[in-house]
């Protein structure tokens, strides 16, 4: 089992910056990809950014492209996301996951991940 503990978030305003960050524990040789998913009231689960631990592939949803960045400390086992020019629209539950297997094409995919943390608030006033 692999375990995940997020921290950071919290208020910013829009424009401003957090930094996320994602601890993961236990069987962490399993894991070969890490990401964030977010999940606003009343909608579902979505793709935040996510990386292989291998190296290579990054991808993010087009609505954080150019404003978040998601990076890796492979012997540390951390995903860290850091935000920038926030919007009131990414106000959200922030959640980490980690994958101990990605079938082709499936980094951005809910379902190919196994262990989620319980997720970190983060939100945005206008």
């Known amino acids: 089992q692999v375990q995940l503990v997020e921290s950071g978030g919290g208020l910013a305003q829009a424009g401003g910056s957090l930094r996320l960050s994602c601890a993961a524990s236990g069987r962490t040789s399993t894991i070969v990809a890490m990401g964030w998913f977010r999940q606003a009231p009343g909608k579902e689960r979505e793709f935040v950014a996510a990386?292989?631990?291998?190296?290579?592939?990054?991808l993010y949803t087009d609505s954080v492209k150019g404003r978040f960045t998601i990076s890796r400390d492979n012997a540390k086992n951390t995903a860290d996301l850091q935000t920038s020019n926030l919007r009131p629209e990414d106000t959200a539950v922030y959640y980490c996951?980690?994958?101990?297997?990605?079938?082709?094409?499936?980094?951005?995919?809910?379902?190919?991940?196994?262990?989620w943390g319980q997720g970190t608030q983060v939100t945005v006033s206008s």
């Open positions: 990386f292989f631990r291998s190296g290579g592939s990054t």
């Open positions: 996951a980690a994958a101990d297997s990605v079938a082709y094409g499936g980094l951005g995919r809910r379902s190919s991940y196994d262990f």
